[in-house]
């Protein structure tokens, strides 16, 4: 994929086009005599991994960007983005386990969140033409041990666990997905709704944070940003709620899909 995303628009283009093509020979195919012939498998009998498998760089991520999130927090909302990342170690894929930290935390968090994937690097972008520097879009659970997380003002530790960054299950290019401020997020454990929010309720958009990060600051093809996470964590709720092992996290985003992965 990275390898796809450096090669830049026109490879993108072909891509489409060769993706149109064989779906069109797909669809005269009899998919049960290919699974005969052993040319087709089910979909669950095949491990799918992140749409970015290792990242080159950190994830950034962005905290607090919802503002009934940061008052379920008991946080003021931030008068400019927070900032934080979560390493290329962390990244797994829809259906890969979420290791429990046993002994680490026992506040074991969810949170999804719209994953922005750069498609053209760029320093000092023009918020008007942020957009334009997008590759496409996935869905990030960004799990975090929230003892961890707050018990000092840097938030690394406990957003860097391995395993602690479920994206998928796939990434839908810019084009697809249109405006991003248009899409509807919602988080299940274990089929009981926890969070059901809308990225147009993000306190800094898409473009936005793209414009603010590159200020100063140059983003290269395949960096990855976390946009921030609705209100519904379990760490906000009264009492409070968190992940163990045996629970089922489902993260699904429209027009993107649902990524779920166990906890164990």
């Known amino acids: 994929m990275l390898g796809l995303i450096d090669a830049g628009p026109d490879a993108w283009r072909h891509a489409t086009q060769l993706c149109a093509r064989f779906a069109a020979e797909l669809s005269t195919h009899d998919l049960a005599q290919d ?3 052993g040319l087709a498998y089910p979909a669950d009998w095949v491990q799918r991994h992140a749409p970015i498998v290792r990242p080159r760089k950190d994830v950034i991520g962005l905290g607090q960007n919802y503002a009934a999130h940061a008052n379920e927090l008991k946080n003021a909302v931030p008068p400019a983005p927070i900032y934080f990342t979560k390493p290329p170690t962390a990244v797994i894929g829809p ?3 979420i290791p429990y930290p046993q002994g680490l935390t026992t506040r074991f968090d969810w949170e999804v969140e719209l994953g922005v994937v750069v498609g053209l ?5 023009e918020q008007a033409r942020a957009l334009d520097h997008v590759f496409g879009y996935t869905v990030f659970n960004d799990v975090s041990a929230r003892d961890l997380q707050f018990r000092t003002s840097q938030w690394f530790k406990g957003k860097s666990l391995d395993g602690t960054c479920p994206m998928g299950p796939v990434i839908v290019t810019a084009d697809e997905i249109g405006d991003p401020q248009a899409l509807r997020l919602t988080l299940t454990v274990n089929g009981t709704r926890k969070q059901d929010g809308h990225t147009g309720d993000m306190i800094f958009s898409v473009a936005q944070i793209i414009a603010d990060l590159s200020a100063g600051m140059t983003l290269e093809p395949g960096d990855a940003i976390s946009t921030g996470t609705p209100e519904g964590v379990g760490d906000g709720r009264t009492p409070p709620e968190y992940l163990k092992p045996g629970d089922l996290v489902e993260a699904e985003v ?6 779920r992965n166990p906890v164990r």
């Open 254 to 259: 429209e027009r993107i899909g649902v990524l």
């Open 35 to 37: 699974a005969e012939a």
């Open 95 to 97: 259906g890969e386990p």
């Open 121 to 125: 690097g760029g320093r000092n972008i």
